[in-house]
């Protein structure tokens, strides 16, 4: 079945700063893959996702790239703010069958004021 | 309009004992997913629900757990024997349908003690 790595599992930033969090997957058939913001105590919020018809995608300060070849994908954070600190997981799901998403372990995200 | 919600939002009993956790999906959502996410973890799947049948329930962990989804809205997810190793947060998420984003609730926390 599919496995998703993640990393790093935590990462440090200063407020202004970009952050780059990097996940790799291991089923080529996976062609969906969402990344989602979790805060304490919440459940997970989505953020961004891509298909893998698709290279890259962007939304106001947070962009996704995917590397089919690879099989790795990555979340880009630029202006960094306070706000942004949190647990962010990728996924991937093989669409058109269960949908079911396979999680990374989870980035814990600190913007420093 | 409301988003997916989840009832208890913490359940706390005792070894052997039966629970059943709830979920109301967004209004109108086909798809409905289960997972659980222990501590320090990424969410793992548990069931998936395409209107009122299961149409993947692969990562459920053993016969102690069940899921039903009568009318095609509300599900709940049943533990009988409860263990201390499943004490986790429950997660619940919905999706319009097929190839299409899921959005999460924010849990039920399950402690066994």
């Known amino acids: 079945g599919e496995n998703v790595e993640q990393h790093p599992s935590t990462l440090s930033v200063q407020e202004g700063d970009s952050a780059v969090i990097k996940c790799t997957y291991s089923?080529?058939?996976?062609?969906?893959f969402p990344w989602y913001k979790q805060e304490l105590g919440k459940g997970p919020q989505l953020i961004i996702d891509i298909r893998s018809n698709v290279g890259e995608k962007k939304d106001q300060r947070i962009a996704v790239t995917l590397n089919k070849t690879a099989k790795h994908f990555s979340l880009h954070i630029t202006e960094t703010q306070p706000e942004d600190s949190a647990v962010y997981f990728c996924a991937a799901s093989s669409e058109g069958g269960s949908e079911k998403l396979v999680f990374g372990k989870g980035t814990k995200l600190t913007v420093n004021p | 309009g409301a988003g997916v919600s989840q009832t208890p939002s913490n359940k706390v009993t005792e070894k052997g004992k039966y629970v059943e956790l709830r979920c109301d999906p967004i209004?109108?959502?086909?798809?409905l997913y289960w997972y659980r996410q222990s501590l320090g973890q990424g969410p793992e799947f548990l069931i998936y629900f395409q209107g009122t049948g299961a149409a993947d329930d692969s990562g459920l962990p053993n016969d102690r757990f069940f899921a039903v989804r009568p009318e095609g809205s509300v599900s709940t997810l049943k533990i009988q024997r409860t263990e201390r190793g499943d004490s986790a947060v429950y997660l619940c998420?919905?999706?319009?349908?097929?190839?299409?984003?899921?959005?999460f609730g924010p849990g039920t926390r399950l402690t066994v003690l």
């Open positions: 998420a919905s999706s319009p349908g097929q190839e299409t984003k899921q959005f």
């Open positions: 089923d080529s058939a996976s062609n969906y």
């Open positions: 209004s109108g959502h086909t798809a």
